[in-house]
């Protein structure tokens, strides 16, 4: 009796640490364009990643409500993970997600409120219509990759978790050299 407790407290144990992933941190290059003139380091940190539950549970959310309660949800879910620009305020992400690929290799999906400040290309439009910033990392089985960051987007949100509807600025910034450092 005592055995098969202790092996059904150890495969619920398993069970759950499949579920939880450690934070992770990356390193890229941010490609010269609107934010700016030159390269520059970029740092992305995950501190927590979505789960099924969240994930539906946001995807009710938008079904129910649209953008407008998507934007709702994410802010009250606070920081997930953030990006890091040098001479720029923190850019913080509400929603994390990860996707595992057939060739081993993995796309990361940050969903950021879009707020103004240092991160903004067009500052005077699509307020209403372009709510989030998508910051999206696309990595090999080693670790390395690339990114791309959309300033201003336009989102849904179903069952596989946020894709881009639309783009509002033209100007995505790429990140190259990308790697996972922890």
Request: proline share 4%.
């Amino acid at each position: 009796m005592r055995a098969a407790l202790l092996a059904l407290i150890a495969a619920l144990a398993a069970a759950q640490a499949a579920d939880v992933r450690k934070a992770e941190r990356f390193t890229g290059i941010l490609n010269a364009g609107v934010l700016s003139p030159r390269p520059m380091p970029i740092d992305i940190n995950v501190d927590r990643w979505g789960t099924d539950a969240s994930r539906e549970r946001l995807a009710a959310i938008f079904r129910s409500g649209g953008m407008p309660g998507l934007l709702d949800a994410v802010k009250k879910q606070g920081a997930a993970g953030y990006v890091l620009l040098q001479n720029r305020e923190r850019l913080i992400a509400g929603y994390v997600q990860q996707e595992n690929r057939p060739d081993g290799g993995r796309r990361i999906l940050l969903l950021c409120v879009r707020h103004p400040g240092d991160w903004e290309v067009t500052s005077d439009s699509g307020w209403t219509e372009y709510l989030f910033r998508i910051v999206a990392l696309t990595l090999d089985a080693k670790d390395r990759g690339e990114g791309i960051i959309f300033h201003t987007a336009n989102v849904t949100f179903g069952a596989a978790g946020p894709e881009l509807a639309g783009e509002l600025s033209g100007q995505p910034t790429r990140i190259l050299s990308l790697q996972k450092t922890r």
